[in-house]
Structure formats: structure tokens, C-alpha cells
């Protein structure tokens, strides 16, 4: 069983920046496909990016130049820096890892989540 964490959560002002981490166990990560989703109060799991085995990336539109995912394989991390954060990107931020190497926006295609970490962004 894979185990996925997140951390690096928190309050941060309108305009700040964040960086969130997420740890992901098993001997085969490199060859998961990684991803972030979040979930606002009363809304549905956003996708917000992905990234693929190869490190090929896809971001939703609201985060576009704004936020970037990276992996290290050798750590068996995925991080994602948020920059010019704004009130509508508080959320639940969630972690997803599938076997398959895809870096889906579907969230149906992922296969272990972690527990979410809280970003909240004040106005």
C-alpha cells in the first residue's frame, strides 16, 4: 500500500506565496503519475496539476503562472509552489499518486490520496 502525505500548508496574505510538499512511499515512484487537487468549502475537488512519470505537466487554468509542480524522484516528493496567491485559492490541498504514470486531471484515475493539507489565503 502506497502512502501519501502532505505538508507545508497555511495562512498566508493575499499576494504571498506557499510551497506545499508531498511524500509518497513505495519503491516505485518515479514511475507514478503525481497530482494536486483541493477542495473549497461547499465545492467539489478542483483538479489544480499534474505530472507525469517523464515530468510532463498540465495545470488547470486558474493557477497557470502562478503555480508550478516539480518532482524528485531520488526524495520520492512532489512539491508545488504557489505564488501570487488570491482568497479563491484557499482550499483543502490533496496529494494523488496513480500506478499508471499518467498525469491525469481525472480525479477517478488516481489511486492513493493523502489527507490534505489547509492553505488559506486572507484578503
Known amino acids: 500500500q502506497v502512502q501519501v502525505v502532505e505538508s507545508g500548508g497555511g495562512l498566508v496574505q493575499a499576494g504571498g506565496s506557499l510551497r506545499l510538499s508531498c511524500a509518497a512511499s513505495g519503491d516505485t515512484f518515479s514511475t507514478y503519475g503525481m497530482s494536486w487537487f483541493r477542495q473549497a468549502p461547499g465545492k467539489e475537488r478542483e483538479f489544480v496539476v499534474a505530472i507525469n512519470w517523464s515530468g510532463a505537466t498540465a495545470y488547470a487554468d486558474s493557477v497557470k503562472g502562478r503555480f508550478t509542480i516539480s518532482r524528485d524522484n531520488a526524495k520520492k516528493t512532489v512539491s508545488l509552489q504557489m505564488n501570487s496567491l488570491k482568497p479563491e485559492d484557499t482550499a483543502v490541498y490533496y496529494c494523488?499518486?496513480?500506478?499508471?504514470?499518467?498525469?491525469?486531471?481525472?480525479?477517478?484515475?488516481?489511486?492513493?490520496w493523502g489527507p490534505g493539507t489547509q492553505v488559506t489565503v486572507s484578503s
Open positions: 494523488a499518486a496513480n500506478r499508471r504514470g499518467r498525469g491525469s486531471v481525472y480525479y477517478s484515475d488516481y489511486d492513493y
